[in-house]
């Protein structure tokens, strides 16, 4: 078992994670990823920041700058939902029609729904994008295209800081109120992520028992897929 220990500092929750990854005789943590995501520069970047391991699941940072995104489109096969972590996107929900999304909100580009990304203004977009599962398949139809699937503009997008209950298919988001400590027992092939908006950092359990603790209540939004 492995306890993760939520801390309000990137820099310390590095240090202690290096601290831990040296203790080669706890297995768990081969398991189990933090990672904490630094400030965007104004430059574009789509890197994986990790993948299951199972192959289904993997996780995106994108940063859009200023004028720059990915039109309207849709997964043929599979999903990709995006978390903002700063910045103000504009979101398609058709090829002409957007929507606004602030930061802690999240978008749903579900399986054959159109969706797209568009930053128009100055200040970088910094997504966290997950996807599922492995191979999604990708299209660009016309609204009116009988694949394209409708779904209504407000359950489009929830806010992480609100009571979140959302699952697809392939996924769920669900917000949760740590305080102390929380548990939840092993899910074999179940990847699991953990995400303090506010703060970029994200907690990443991978068929193994979850363990957090915190000092203060904290909200985090849950991700569930399969590894």
Not at 184 to 212: A, R, S, Y
Request: charged share 25%.
């Amino acid at each position: 078992m492995l306890t993760i220990y939520i801390s309000d500092n990137c820099f310390l929750w590095s240090s202690v994670k290096r601290l831990v990854n040296n203790l080669l005789f706890i297995p768990e943590v081969r398991n189990m990823r933090s990672l904490c995501l630094s400030t965007p520069s104004p430059v574009y970047k789509n890197e994986l920041l990790r993948s299951s391991k199972g192959k289904n699941t993997s996780l995106y940072e994108i940063i859009f700058p200023h004028h720059q995104g990915l039109g309207a489109h849709i997964h043929t096969s599979g999903e990709d939902c995006a978390l903002v972590l700063s910045g103000n996107l504009t979101y398609f929900v058709g090829n002409r029609e957007t929507i606004k999304a602030e930061p802690g909100s999240v978008v749903f580009g579900w399986q054959n729904v159109l969706h797209g990304y568009l930053n128009k203004e100055k200040e970088p977009v910094h997504l966290l994008v997950f996807v599922t599962p492995s191979k999604i398949g990708l299209a660009y139809p016309d609204d009116e295209d009988p694949v394209v699937r409708k779904v209504p503009v407000e359950h489009r997008k929830v806010h992480a800081e609100e009571e979140v209950n959302v699952s697809s298919e392939y996924s769920s988001f669900q917000t949760i109120l740590v305080h102390g400590r929380y548990e939840e027992p092993e899910e074999l092939d179940t990847f699991k992520v953990f995400i303090d908006w506010k703060k970029k950092q994200l907690f990443i359990f991978d068929g193994e028992k979850v363990e957090l603790t915190t000092d203060e209540p904290v909200r985090l939004l849950k991700y569930v897929a399969k590894s």
